[in-house]
């Protein structure tokens, strides 16, 4: 029998749009023979099914079922593609956990911390895995611009904790930009963390479970035309993804072997999209993705590609791996 896969995407962060994106795409690759596809959209003030002639039908979020012509459907299995709340942090994971629907994302817990940077390089740091010098600050505590800029020098990266698609981020050169690039980062969290600035060559690495193995993606380099890789670059076309990345081969083994090692430490599974900046030949961790950008031109994407795997074999795979756990 044909298994009912429902894709869901949106999200109520910024990043809803680049997800409604990536869940089209995933939704254009499963193998219909095989699936019977539900496109649903998870937004702030609704969760939809939308029907192939654009009918919104509304998600009951009981049991996570819809009503299609007067019979009720469920789901065999769930593809997360929402990048950021609620998907990205472990709230979709916990509920769909809970309701024992199979799901392609990693599991609650790994979600909630990988997607609170400040937590997850906590975690990592006492495995010897390298990141930058940091500062917190949470909303409504003091903010001391002197003792900021004493720990983690100028320039420096003033970030969201929870965010994505590096929206609330800022490269600040300068005391003066200091509180206006906080108040960007405000805007998409009540935590941030500031961040010394890494200078050296930037590496994504896609580590994903396929077919039952720990397989670490060829490795694509950034080269952004702006001062990093923002928005702008990201999507508008202002940087080159280079894969393989031009590094030694050194680099690339010291970098498959943390990216490798960091997947296993978090006892992660599914998809997973980790970069590094490398500064005197040594990897520097940044951040770990569970839901990475998924279109075509996505990194993740390009990755798979290069190790052969199509986009078809690539969200099937997830879809046969959710249902092993
Ligand atoms: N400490 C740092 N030193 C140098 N560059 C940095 C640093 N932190 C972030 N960057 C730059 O900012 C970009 C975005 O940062 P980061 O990956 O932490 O944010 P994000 O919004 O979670 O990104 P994604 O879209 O991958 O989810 C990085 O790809 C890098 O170019
Ligand atoms: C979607 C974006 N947060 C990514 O990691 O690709
Ligand atoms: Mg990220
Ligand atoms: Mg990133």
New binding site residues.
């Given amino acids: 029998m044909k298994k009912n896969i429902g894709v869901v995407m949106g999200g109520y962060s910024s990043e809803y749009q680049i997800s409604l994106k990536s869940g089209d795409v995933v939704c254009k690759h499963l193998d219909k023979e095989k699936y019977n596809i539900y496109k649903i959209h998870l937004l702030k003030d609704k969760w939809i099914y939308i029907t192939e002639n654009n009918e919104e039908i509304p998600v009951n979020k009981g049991d996570f079922s819809i009503t299609v012509s007067g019979e009720k459907v469920t789901f065999d299995c769930i593809f997360n593609a929402i ?1 950021g709340t609620p998907g990205e942090d472990g709230y979709l994971q916990g509920y769909l956990e809970l309701l024992e629907i199979p799901h392609t994302s990693c599991p609650m817990y790994q979600a909630g911390l990988t997607f609170n ?1 400040r937590d997850c390089l906590a975690a990592l740091k006492p495995f010897g895995i390298k990141c ?1 010098t940091s500062y917190y600050i949470n909303k409504g505590q003091e903010i001391n611009e002197s003792e900021i800029i004493e720990k983690v020098g100028l320039p420096c ?1 003033v ?1 969201a904790n929870k ?5 609330g ?1 800022s ?1 600040v050169n300068t005391k003066e930009q200091l509180l206006p690039a906080i108040e960007v980062s405000f805007k998409e969290d009540d935590e941030i963390i500031i ?5 050296g060559t ?1 590496v994504s690495v896609g580590v994903i479970t396929y077919k039952g193995e720990v397989t670490v993606l060829p490795i694509t380099e ?1 080269v ?1 035309e702006n001062d ?3 928005y702008e670059a ?1 999507y508008q076309g202002k940087s080159q993804e280079i894969t393989p990345a031009r590094i030694s081969d050194d680099m690339t083994q010291k970098v498959t072997e943390v990216a490798k090692k960091v997947y296993e430490i978090l006892k992660m599974k599914g998809f997973s ?1 980790s ?1 590094y ?1 490398f500064v005197g030949g040594e990897p520097y961790l ?2 770990v ?1 569970t839901i990475p950008g998924m279109t075509a031109e996505s990194i993740l994407p390009q990755q798979a590609a290069k190790a052969g795997i199509s986009l078809n074999d690539l969200f099937d795979n997830a879809i046969e791996e959710a249902f092993k756990k």
């Fill in positions: 990048h940077k930058a990266f970030k965010a994505g698609s590096s929206f981020i490269k961040e010394s600035f890494l200078d930037e950034i952004s990093f890789f923002d990201k999209r970069e900046i940044l951040e993705n």
